[in-house]
């Protein structure tokens, strides 16, 4: 399993966690559990904590890392696409990253949003609950409705539960 100490700090990573043969997590990290990284998936915990919920996934090429006066904050349910950033932000419960999109230092996403593919949360940023955040830079388009936060709730457990 890809879990690398860095320094004196060692991932905590539950059992549940699933790790495809070239993802990473390294350093100042917590997962709660059950959770996925797929193919070449980083979370890089070396300046500050990465903590995440239980019931998350995130996308081959991603990565999540850090600074060194922000950590990075996930909730439960959350999904993270493919070949998205997670830098030193907070995403709430019931996020959905989609793929391509960035979301940058100081950044709040509240819980049950939506940042579109390809779309860049600035640092930051912050979005209430229930916001489609859509463009560069990513503006609260309208609320998500009651079908699309359910939808990232059954994508992130279809995820974790799948072998």
């Known amino acids: 399993m890809p879990v690398l100490p860095y320094l004196e700090q060692t991932p905590v990573v539950a059992d549940t966690v699933r790790l495809a043969a070239d993802a990473v997590i390294v350093g100042k990290v917590r997962i709660a559990g059950p959770a996925r990284f797929e193919s070449s998936a980083v979370a890089r915990g070396d300046q500050n904590w990465i ?3 239980p019931r998350f996934r995130i996308g081959r090429g991603s990565s999540i890392h850090v600074e060194y006066h922000t950590k990075t904050s996930i909730g439960a349910d959350v999904w993270v696409g493919h070949r998205c ?5 907070t995403l709430g419960d019931s996020v959905r990253v989609e793929d391509g999109a960035l979301v940058l230092s100081t950044s709040k996403v509240g819980s049950g949003s939506i940042v579109a593919a390809g779309s860049l949360v600035t640092e930051g940023a912050e979005f209430p609950d229930n916001s489609y955040i859509s463009g560069s830079p990513g ?11 359910e939808a990232t709730r059954r994508m992130v457990s279809e ?3 799948s072998g």
């Open 51 to 53: 903590e995440a919920g």
């Open 85 to 89: 950033v997670v830098h030193a932000t």
């Open 139 to 149: 503006r609260r388009e309208r609320d998500t409705t009651s079908e699309e936060r």
């Open 159 to 161: 995820a974790v539960s």
